[in-house]
């Protein structure tokens, strides 16, 4: 093939300026692309406080549904673990609700698992572990309590970082996220609720070490679920004002006003050693309810524990309350459901 004269010269110049153009490049100092919102790849730096949208459906879940698994992630500079347990019906085409469940001081993800005792089949379940505490034995602990650390400043970051990775790898219902916590947990999952209110569909605080709780100032109102027992000797269901410890149905009330309900409390169950008491008419159809176990102490509602009450159990409570409180619009049938 004969190429003409004017043809081998504009080929000439085409080749020199793709040259010229590498060059450029090659000399140039390179530009990270920017990170998509949520992505891993990039380190966070600060909790979200919004709802992001989950890009795990359709992906191979990191573990065996039906099974629990011990978990890492990288957050604030430092590798965290958890527990991850995955419904054994668990189709990652179906969003499933999601429940992080903190333990108290001087317990693991592990204990917090069997105690909680997640069986739902539309469930995922997520146990994160704390960082070591003060005293002699470093218990493990979390934000917020006396025997806190400041290492532990970057435990919302790592619940922040957890819940996106949790989207980003399983087929999660972003509106049926829930905070909850047994004692020094469900203390930290109470505090969570004010600074990740946009994030979160609801909270559980089971036996709440509410340490300098008394009020706070939510983006928006948040339901709140809390089983206490007035036979709890080490959070004193009065409170203690020596440890800066509310007194249980004052921190309730807090709540309820935070969340705009304009009626309650008022009795809506009663059985054995159970009340249950309700605060009404909030605002986005919020609200809060509490369980009051007569006699019952710093134990979970319904788990294996010595004295537990097993009237109600906490662990089918809050997954109710969480299915009937999704963020966003809220479900009208909660007082039929849990009554």
């Known amino acids: 093939m004969r190429f003409s004269p004017i043809a081998g010269r504009l080929r000439a110049l085409a080749i020199a300026a793709a040259l010229a153009a590498a060059a450029s490049a ?32 359709g992906l191979r879940p990191p573990a065996t549904p039906g099974t629990r698994a011990a978990q890492t992630i990288d957050s604030g500079g430092r590798t965290r673990d958890y527990v991850l347990q995955i ?23 592990i204990s917090q698992a069997d105690v909680t005792a997640v069986t739902d089949p539309h469930t995922i379940a997520v146990y994160p572990q704390g960082l070591p505490g003060t005293g002699k034995t470093h218990e493990a602990a979390w934000p917020g309590a006396p025997y806190s ?4 400043a970057d435990d919302p970051l790592f619940v922040s970082d957890l819940i996106t990775h949790l989207q980003q790898t399983l087929c999660v219902d972003p509106s049926r996220i829930m905070l909850a916590g047994k004692s020094n947990g469900g203390a930290f999952a109470a505090r969570l609720a004010c600074s990740m209110s946009r994030r979160i569909a609801a909270v559980t605080v089971v036996s709440g070490a509410l340490y300098g709780q008394h009020g706070c100032s939510p983006a928006r109102p948040v339901p709140v679920l809390d089983f206490h027992g007035t036979g ?70 319904g788990g294996s524990s010595a004295g537990a009450t097993q009237t109600i159990s906490a662990t089918s409570l809050m997954l109710t309350f969480l299915r009937t409180h999704p963020l966003g619009e809220r479900c009208h049938s909660d007082e039929r459901a849990m009554s």
């Open 26 to 57: 090659a000399a140039a100092p390179a530009e990270a692309a920017a990170p998509a919102p949520g992505v891993t790849g990039a380190p966070s730096t600060a909790v979200v406080d919004h709802e992001l949208p989950t890009t795990g459906c």
């Open 87 to 109: 419904p054994a019906g668990y189709r990652p085409d179906r969003p499933d609700q999601l429940v992080l469940v903190f333990h108290g001081r001087g317990k693991s993800g």
């Open 232 to 301: 709890d000797t080490v959070i004193p269901y009065a409170g203690d004002p020596s440890r800066d410890l509310p007194p249980v149905m004052d921190w309730a009330a807090q709540w309820a006003r935070q969340d705009g309900c304009t009626t309650g409390p008022h009795t809506f169950f009663h059985k054995a050693d159970v009340t249950g008491l309700r605060w009404s008419h909030c605002q986005d159809h919020a609200g809060v309810t509490h369980y009051r176990i007569a006699g019952g102490g710093h134990v979970w509602p």
């Open 149 to 152: 650390t400041p290492e532990m």
